[in-house]
């Protein structure tokens, strides 16, 4: 409960931590005590670094986010992935092929489970390297140069698509009486689960560090609050004429505050924020089933559906931000050049304030959260239920 009054307040994180720790849950209390120096006071407090240090070091315990790999399900293991060369940083590199059998229905479903699991196996070796890293170290799972190409190349989407078309198959299929629907079915639980095992790992690094990145926190809460705005168009129904108003004006002007800076505009649009826009989407829809289930909860219906929304709202217009600019080549720290997605906002704000493309962007976040709230639908039938905190 005190976390819960006073989140921003280091001893409140710490004595929680000591709880944990007296219980024997170590994971969570080294939770806890990241949690207590990601506070404005605690980063120097000479108590919570010890306090990590023996949790991380002295107990060797695994990190309470170390995840099942991917689902191995047809039968198909996938290959160890590529070994990195020395002094890559980056970790071995995802093949987009893989990513064009898994989404191709054309493909045998053997074929595209094995294409799933070959990117579960990329992912369980990046998700390793993390883990051998303290959470608040410089370079997160998001920041790594291979992981960024990868999901450039829509491995997120890519495997979402796959589960969506797959579980709506798998409902034809059962209530189909043609020969041969319940072996198609079945194939598709496959196909389903190894998706569904896929992104839950990615969605786990969201968990890691986000408490150590108070700009990343700060900047998306703070995007959510401008959207929220009476002049932003995602506020009004579709088909709502867009209108220049002064309100709307003043919608445009905090945009331009918040995303004209080059470097809000960088970590809003990477893909720590918008797999965390993700997460918390996720979270609602979940929250939001529980409570029509009857369950308790501390927030009220209406405050659940807005935080859905906003979510849904954050992760469709910084996604568009991410590839506005079109492309550009950088050079990382080692000299390696990449081609990457070159983000904008003026494009993506401008087609918002017409009429037309507010109602395509209103339907782009009614549709993200219907395919989320399926998504969170198949975590619980594959049993990844809770484990990424929803």
């Given at each position: 409960?005190?976390?819960?009054?006073?989140?921003?307040?280091?001893?409140?994180?710490?004595?929680?931590?000591?709880?944990?720790?007296?219980?024997?849950?170590?994971?969570?209390?080294?939770?806890?005590?990241?949690?207590?120096?990601?506070?404005?006071?605690?980063?120097?407090?000479?108590?919570?670094?010890?306090?990590?240090?023996?949790?991380?070091?002295?107990?060797?315990?695994?990190?309470?986010?170390?995840?099942?790999?991917?689902?191995?399900?047809?039968?198909?293991?996938?290959?160890?992935?590529?070994?990195?060369?020395?002094?890559?940083?980056?970790?071995?590199?995802?093949?987009?092929?893989?990513?064009?059998?898994?989404?191709?229905?054309?493909?045998?479903?053997?074929?595209?489970?094995?294409?799933?699991?070959?990117?579960?196996?990329?992912?369980?070796?990046?998700?390793?390297?993390?883990?051998?890293?303290?959470?608040?170290?410089?370079?997160?799972?998001?920041?790594?140069?291979?992981v960024v190409k990868f999901l450039d190349h829509g491995a997120f989407g890519v495997m979402l698509?796959?589960?969506?078309?797959?579980?709506?198959?798998?409902?034809?299929?059962?209530?189909?009486?043609?020969?041969?629907?319940?072996?198609?079915?079945?194939?598709?639980?496959?196909?389903?689960?190894?998706?569904?095992?896929?992104?839950?790992?990615?969605?786990?690094?969201?968990?890691?560090?986000?408490?150590?990145?108070?700009?990343?926190?700060?900047?998306?809460?703070?995007?959510?609050?401008?959207?929220?705005?009476?002049?932003?168009?995602?506020?009004?129904?579709?088909?709502?004429?867009?209108?220049?108003?002064?309100?709307?004006?003043?919608?445009?002007?905090?945009?331009?505050?918040?995303?004209?800076?080059?470097?809000?505009?960088?970590?809003?649009?990477?893909?720590?924020?918008?797999?965390?826009?993700?997460?918390?989407?996720?979270?609602?829809?979940?929250?939001?089933?529980?409570?029509?289930?009857?369950?308790?909860?501390?927030?009220?219906?209406?405050?659940?559906?807005?935080?859905?929304?906003?979510?849904?709202?954050?992760?469709?217009?910084?996604?568009?931000?991410?590839?506005?600019?079109?492309?550009?080549?950088?050079?990382?720290?080692?000299?390696?050049?990449?081609?990457?997605?070159?983000?904008?906002?003026?494009?993506?704000?401008?087609?918002?304030?017409?009429?037309?493309?507010?109602?395509?962007?209103?339907?782009?976040?009614k549709a993200t959260i219907e395919q989320h709230s399926l998504l969170a639908g198949a975590f619980?039938?594959?049993?990844?239920?809770?484990?990424?905190?929803?």
């Amino acid at each position: 409960m005190c976390v819960k009054l006073r989140p921003d307040w280091e001893k409140a994180h710490f004595r929680r931590g000591m709880a944990l720790e007296d219980k024997g849950d170590d994971d969570d209390a080294l939770a806890a005590f990241e949690a207590a120096r990601a506070t404005a006071t605690g980063a120097h407090n000479p108590e919570i670094a010890k306090k990590i240090k023996y949790l991380m070091k002295s107990k060797a315990r695994p990190s309470s986010i170390v995840v099942p790999k991917t689902l191995i399900r047809g039968g198909v293991a996938p290959p160890p992935p590529s070994k990195p060369s020395p002094g890559d940083r980056g970790g071995p590199a995802g093949d987009p092929a893989w990513l064009e059998t898994a989404k191709s229905p054309g493909q045998p479903v053997a074929a595209r489970v094995d294409a799933v699991n070959r990117v579960g196996g990329w992912l369980a070796a990046h998700l390793e390297r993390v883990l051998k890293r303290p959470a608040g170290e410089s370079e997160w799972f998001f920041e790594e140069r291979e992981v960024v190409k990868f999901l450039d190349h829509g491995a997120f989407g890519v495997m979402l698509d796959v589960l969506t078309h797959t579980v709506v198959s798998i409902i034809a299929a059962e209530r189909s009486d043609a020969p041969g629907a319940a072996e198609a079915a079945s194939a598709g639980a496959d196909l389903a689960g190894a998706s569904a095992g896929v992104l839950h790992n990615l969605l786990h690094p969201s968990l890691r560090g986000w408490n150590t990145r108070k700009p990343h926190q700060t900047l998306l809460a703070t995007i959510e609050q401008v959207f929220r705005m009476e002049g932003c168009p995602l506020n009004d129904p579709k088909g709502t004429p867009v209108e220049a108003s002064q309100s709307a004006k003043q919608f445009t002007a905090l945009c331009a505050k918040v995303l004209g800076n080059p470097g809000a505009l960088a970590v809003l649009t990477g893909h720590a924020a918008t797999e965390r826009a993700r997460l918390q989407l996720l979270r609602a829809i979940v929250q939001q089933d529980q409570m029509s289930a009857g369950k308790s909860s501390d927030a009220s219906a209406a405050d659940v559906a807005a935080r859905m929304t906003e979510s849904a709202r954050a992760l469709v217009v910084l996604r568009r931000c991410r590839v506005a600019g079109g492309r550009r080549t950088i050079h990382d720290a080692d000299g390696v050049e990449t081609d990457a997605p070159k983000p904008a906002w003026e494009p993506v704000i401008d087609a918002m304030l017409t009429t037309e493309g507010a109602d395509e962007m209103r339907d782009e976040v009614k549709a993200t959260i219907e395919q989320h709230s399926l998504l969170a639908g198949a975590f619980k039938k594959f049993g990844f239920e809770g484990s990424v905190g929803i």
